[in-house]
Structure formats: C-alpha cells, structure tokens
C-alpha cells in the first residue's frame, strides 16, 4: 500500500500563529487529499489538490504539491484553538492501494 | 441525515467471539472502506469495495471478512476475536476511489 507519512508527528503552537505540515508519498499520483480528525471522532475531509496542481487555497488553508520531491505541505494560517486535531494526507492513484498514515497531531494553546 | 453511519458505535467483547460491525451510506457512492486505528493513531486500510469489486489489504488476518449485501452497506465480520483486534474502526465511502472520502462515527472495539 501506499501510505502518506505526515511530518512532524507532534506540532503545538499558541493561536495566531500559522501552522505548517508536511506529507510525503512513494509513487506517482492522482490527487493528494488531507484530512482532519477531532479526538474520537471520523475523519473529515479538507482539500483535494490534483497532481498537475501546484498551489490550493481554500479559506485558512494553503496546500501545495511537489510532484519531483513526492510531497505535499498543509499550512494553516493565523490558527485557532478549535483547529487542534490531528491531520491526515491521503496520496490517490498509482499502482499501489493507498491508505493513511499516523498524522500530525496539532495543538494550537489559546 | 447521517450520511455515514456504523452501529454500533462500542462494542466491548470476550476473546474468541464472533462480531459484526454494520456500515450504511446514503450518498449514493459506488466505493466503501474499513479502516482500523490502533493506539498509536495509525490508520489503516483493511478493505474498500467498488461496484462488487473487493480489494483486500492483504496484511489483515482471515478472520476479517466484508460483506455487502448491496451498494450502500459493506458490513464488517469478526471471527474468533483476539486481543490486538482491539482498536477504533471507521467505515468511509467515496464516489471513485480517487475522490473525496466520509467517514462514519467511528465503531469501539475492546476485546477482553
């Protein structure tokens, strides 16, 4: 499988500073996805960036690919308590089955 | 409405028993996913079916089985529980495996 590995595995910042992830991968793509997770609770989806896009944004978040490096970074600006949740990156396509990995585990100190 | 739902959401059982953990999506998606998340937060995929197409993560043992009876369901069969089956297990669905993925509750397993 697959599997996209978040780095760090632990970040903890105080609100209103931006928060910065990165994610790496194997093989060639589709799509990356990340996800969020609140403690207990499902994964919730963020953004999708295709594999011939370089930047997305969407509200806070800016995520951006690199194909020849095989990574990604999500980076959340001017973050909030309720941001603290663990993230996820999700690389689609290739030959392999993708799956998850162990996150970035975010805590944002008000 | 739920899009993604699981029952039920703790299950706490003696090892050796038989379990069965239900899936429902009501999004219309043609993919479905088992995942299992340990301890340490690692999620992993254990199976996702695409229209009658099942693909199996060949590291779980064969005491776990999917079942789907049709589109919007993929059930999860538990044979002769162990310890280490103990963990946090998310169904998800998607249109195209390529695609934005829900996922449901989250299903409690603790196996005595």
């Known amino acids: 499988s697959q599997q996209g590995e978040e780095d760090p595995q632990a970040l903890s910042i105080q609100e209103g500073e931006n928060a910065t992830m990165n994610c790496s991968y194997k093989?060639?793509?589709?799509?990356l996805q990340w996800y969020r997770q609140n403690s207990g609770r499902g994964l919730v989806h963020l953004i999708l960036?295709?594999?011939?896009?370089r930047e997305k944004h969407s509200g806070r978040l800016r995520v951006t690919l690199d194909t020849s490096k095989k990574s990604s970074s999500l980076l959340i600006t001017a973050s909030r308590a309720a941001d603290t949740a663990s993230y996820f990156c999700?690389?689609?396509?290739?030959?392999?089955?993708?799956?998850f990995g162990r996150g970035t585990s975010l805590i944002v100190h008000p | 409405d739920t899009a993604v739902s699981q029952t039920p959401k703790y299950l706490v059982t003696q090892m050796g028993n038989d379990k069965s953990i239900k899936c429902e999506q009501n999004l219309g998606h043609d993919t479905m996913y088992w995942y299992k998340q340990d301890s340490k937060k690692f999620l992993k995929i254990m199976f996702s079916y695409n229209n009658k197409e099942l693909i199996i993560n060949e590291t779980v043992p064969n005491r776990f089985s999917p079942k789907s009876p049709d589109k919007a369901h993929l059930n999860l069969h538990i044979n002769s529980l162990e310890l280490g089956d103990s963990a946090v297990y998310f169904c998800a669905s998607s249109q195209g495996r390529a695609s934005e993925q829900f996922f449901g509750p989250g299903t409690r397993l603790t196996v005595l």
């Open positions: 999700y690389a689609s396509g290739g030959s392999y089955i993708p799956t």
């Open positions: 093989t060639s793509i589709n799509n």
């Open positions: 960036i295709r594999s011939n896009e």
